[in-house]
């Protein structure tokens, strides 16, 4: 069936040092990979995605890599601020009776500490 | 995103009562969705529309119904049948509906309903 794994649930970390997060989805057609941030109380918020044709793909201090093989995703932050601090969603696409949809995961809660 | 409102913002349910929360979209987006998100759930999908006057149930449609009739509009209605509809709702839109593109979903600020 459809399913996105993420993991951890929460991570903290000091400000400056890096974060990842992972995700592995179940379908091995997802060719879509978004991944969100949504701060206390408001709007999930695109910040970075990938699609199936490329391994890496590289915004300022954001990152995602995507391995197909092994079904597997994952968002790098690195040098964190304390605005950084929120939910983040991983999510792939999967398709169903002709139309293609998101999957989301769980979400992971991010504390960088000051 | 500036161009998908939702209202309202906040809203509340007696027993019994069928609510609707709307989604309006200025953005020229052809698809529109809604996601339903509860405390470390994520966000599950309740219903999606790729284009006017059609629609499709998502992961968790019971007790829940929309309309297209427009194509910048994508009402929901939260109905009796939904028996624990607590819950922050998140309505989203893209240009591309199909999946031929993989467009990115642009959200909206949600509504909050809660049981009375």
């Known amino acids: 069936g459809e399913n996105v794994e993420q993991h951890p649930s929460t991570l903290s970390v000091q400000e400056g040092d890096s974060a990842v997060i992972k995700c592995t989805y179940s379908?091995?057609?997802?060719?879509?990979f978004p991944w969100y941030k949504q701060e206390l109380g408001k709007r999930p918020q695109l910040i970075i995605d990938i699609r199936s044709n490329v391994g890496e793909k590289k915004d300022q201090r954001i990152a995602v890599t995507l391995n197909k093989t092994a079904k597997h995703f994952s968002l790098h932050i690195t040098e964190t601020q304390p605005e950084d601090s929120a939910v983040y969603f991983c999510a792939a696409t999967f398709t169903q009776g002709g139309s293609e949809k998101l999957v989301f995961g769980k979400g992971m809660k991010l504390t960088v500490n000051p | 995103d500036g161009g998908i409102t939702q209202s309202p913002k906040y809203l509340f349910r007696k027993e019994g009562q069928n609510v609707t929360l709307s989604c309006e979209q200025n953005?020229?987006?052809?698809?529109m969705y809604w996601y339903r998100q509860d405390p470390g759930q994520g966000l599950r999908l309740i219903y999606y529309s790729q284009i006017v006057n059609d629609f499709q149930k998502g992961d968790i449609a019971e007790g829940y119904s929309v309309s297209r009739e427009k194509k910048e509009s994508f009402p929901l209605t939260v109905t009796s049948a939904q028996k624990n509809p607590t819950a922050f709702y998140l309505c989203?839109?893209?240009?591309?509906?199909?999946?031929?593109?993989?467009?990115?979903?642009?959200f909206g600020d949600g509504t909050r309903l809660s049981i009375l």
């Open positions: 953005l020229n987006h052809d698809a």
């Open positions: 989203a839109s893209s240009i591309d509906g199909s999946g031929l593109t993989n467009q990115p979903q642009h």
């Open positions: 379908d091995s057609a997802s060719n879509y």
